[in-house]
């Protein structure tokens, strides 16, 4: 399964932010057990690295959040098709669009993000760590069909 991750779940994780920290860091644990293929926008990345960097007031240590980050999430591009695809929906955050339009090139399953209303005209389905998780622990618990 592919998903997007959105910025703000990843300042959660990389700031400790309550109180979504838990629920974030939890989601991600799928991606490092091979349980899913994690992505960001190279966009996403510049971003976390501003506010992290205004946050910490540090550019090394931002620098090197960033180096953990690149270590554990694959990172796509956006590109001019996306731009011009994200113009067509309808919705309100041009940024948000960009990143649907995105998602739906890379044929991403979920953009994970805490803004979900915030996507409601994204082609692609767009849940919160928390939403993710438990509909993730509901399909695991279920057994298998047998033939």
Request: hydrophobic share 45%; with cysteine.
């Amino acid at each position: 399964m592919k998903v997007l991750i959105d910025t703000n779940v990843i300042i959660d994780i990389l700031d400790k932010r309550e109180p979504f920290f838990l629920d974030s860091y939890k989601f991600i644990q799928l991606g490092l057990e091979g349980k899913l293929d994690m992505l960001i926008s190279a966009g996403a990345v510049t971003d976390v690295y501003y506010i992290i960097n205004k946050s910490l007031r540090d550019a090394n240590t931002a620098k090197e959040k960033i180096f953990i980050l690149t270590s554990l999430v694959n990172i796509c591009n956006t590109t001019s098709d996306d731009i011009k695809s994200a113009l067509t929906l309808f919705m309100t955050d041009f940024e948000d669009a960009v990143l649907a339009a995105t998602a739906k090139r890379e044929k991403m399953d979920f953009i994970i993000t805490r803004n979900g209303t915030d996507f409601i005209n994204s082609p692609v389905p767009a849940v919160s760590p928390v939403q993710f998780l438990h509909n993730h622990q509901s399909t695991s618990n279920t057994p298998a069909a047998h033939p």
